[in-house]
């Protein structure tokens, strides 16, 4: 992926993320996944960073996982459609959850409770290996809620 395709692929996952509410619950966004958990997905040994108030990004190189916490109680504004963006439910993860995006980068979202996690792998090398390692990832951090 050339660096401008992956500058314009972060900057859209980061703008979908960006629209989660503030964090509800006392959760350290960086404490949802270990860097064992993130690092077959980078491909190489990460450590996590905070990334602004409500989440963390690890990352390696071109690629990263970015994970964000919002509160749930704007689910329906957060789930509702939107210009330029596809929306797909995802079943079996959280009380309810979606892959979505547009340009290329997919970014899963999930409603737990209270909360709603959004999950973002962002350089994997196929959309299928993003998807599922987003899935796999979102449902560890789930636990830890």
């Avoid at 190189?61 to 957060?78: C, K």
């Avoid at 899963?108 to 409770?113: H, N, W």
């Amino acid at each position: 992926m050339k660096a401008s395709s992956l500058r314009l692929a972060t900057l859209t996952a980061l703008a979908l993320v960006l629209t989660l509410p503030r964090i509800a619950s006392a959760a350290d966004p960086c404490k949802l996944l270990t860097a064992d958990e993130v690092a077959p997905v980078i491909g190489s040994s990460v450590s996590p960073n905070p990334f602004g108030n409500n989440g963390c990004m690890w990352g390696n190189g071109l690629q990263r996982v970015i994970l964000m916490l919002g509160d749930a109680s704007t689910w329906s504004q957060i789930a509702a459609p939107a210009p330029n963006i596809t929306k797909t439910d995802v079943s079996g993860i959280g009380d309810a959850a979606f892959f979505g995006g547009g340009f290329g980068t997919w970014t899963l979202t999930v409603k737990q409770g209270n909360d709603v996690i959004s999950l973002v792998v962002i350089g994997a090398k196929t959309p299928d290996l993003q998807n599922s390692s987003e899935q796999t990832l979102a449902k560890l951090a789930l636990k830890r809620l």
